[in-house]
């Protein structure tokens, strides 16, 4: 009996451990008024960061209450799975959706949709595909088009290896709609200069530890690559730690990122990095919060809402 006892006890005090980091440190700034709930992939990224940080702006000038939660790692889908389920069974007035998993998500999207709570889709799109075929719905998608980024990098690799390389990427989580996207455009733009070759591609899951480590591989197995192209900035900046590694100087590689995070900006300036695709992730929080309070509001929206993006170069700096 006493063994049963102590048994629930640390049950319980387990599920109040992982419990109190998503609600803990949520405070109703603004009561009675509509609660949306940001939900993005991690806080270990800036990009999560910046788009936290656009969400709370409007979120102070629209008075409304806003919770930000995230799963520690990008690759954690279970996590933020789980973060959904229990947003919908406290009821918040609306979500905001980054998903780890485009498809993975799409079966607490249909609860949210059960529930009566909206769903916007950011930055990443969920399987539009698996979505219709569950019956499941988002209010709108808002975010960059990642498939133009990559191809306006994919263009730049070949401009500045004039038309002649070997080129490596660092790829996002295979199966993400963004990672493949940027992928995908990416090799659209690089097809035009038929003397420039992909002679390797590997994932690096968006992290810029593993990005040192796959580019550090990639170096010595592909002693002759001129160019990489990572899929994220996080990924770029390990390439450009592997790349001092390895002794070689920031002219030998070309280094191409996706993001525009300050400190990739800041590689670029030294001229470590030589281009980044700029999002505006402030903007995609700020205009999540926005369109979510319209919802709300009985307000039609568009159904797909696309955020500018350009290529920063130090030309353009």
């Known amino acids: 009996m006493k063994q049963s006892i102590f048994i629930r006890i640390i049950v319980f005090s387990l599920i109040a451990a992982l419990t ?6 949520y405070k109703e700034e603004f009561p009675g008024r509509p609660t949306v709930a940001l939900v993005v992939k991690t806080l270990n990224n800036p990009f999560f960061n910046d788009m936290q940080a656009g969400a709370e702006q409007m979120a102070r000038e629209l008075e409304i209450n806003l919770i930000v939660q995230a799963a520690e790692r990008e690759v954690d889908v279970e996590q933020q799975v789980q973060i959904v389920e229990n947003l919908i069974q406290r009821r918040v007035d609306a ?5 780890s998993g485009s498809r993975e998500v799409v079966p607490v999207i249909s609860r949210a949709n059960r529930a009566g709570i909206p769903v916007l889709n950011l930055d990443t799109r969920v399987d539009m595909d698996l979505l219709a075929r569950d019956n499941a719905e988002i209010a709108t998608f808002i975010g960059s088009d990642n498939y133009e980024g990559g191809y306006l990098a994919g263009r730049f690799v070949g401009e500045a290896l004039n038309g002649r390389g070997k080129v490596a990427i660092l790829e996002g989580i295979p199966g993400h709609e963004t990672a493949d996207s940027r992928q995908r455009g990416f090799m ?8 420039v070759q992909v002679v390797t591609s590997q ?3 968006w992290e810029r530890n593993l990005g040192y ?3 550090e591989n990639m170096l010595q197995s ?8 990572a899929a994220n900035d996080l990924m770029a900046l390990g390439a450009v730690e592997a790349i001092a590694s390895s002794g070689r100087s920031a002219n030998d590689v070309i280094v ?3 993001d525009a995070h300050s400190e990739a900006v800041e590689a670029i300036r030294r001229g470590s990095m ?3 695709v700029a999002q505006n992730p402030f903007e995609i929080g700020r205009a999540g919060v926005e369109y979510a309070y319209k919802v709300l509001n009985g307000e039609e929206i568009p159904d797909d809402i696309t955020i500018e993006i350009r290529l920063i170069t130090r030309d353009n700096l």
Do not use: Q, R, Y
């Open 20 to 25: 109190l980091p998503l609600w803990g440190c």
């Open 95 to 99: 979500i905001l959706l980054t998903p």
């Open 188 to 195: 659209a733009g690089l097809s035009e200069f038929p003397d």
């Open 203 to 205: 994932t690096a899951n």
């Open 213 to 215: 480590n796959v580019f």
């Open 222 to 229: 592909f002693s002759d690559v001129n160019a990489v192209f």
């Open 256 to 258: 191409v990122g996706f």
């Open 274 to 276: 030589h281009a980044t």
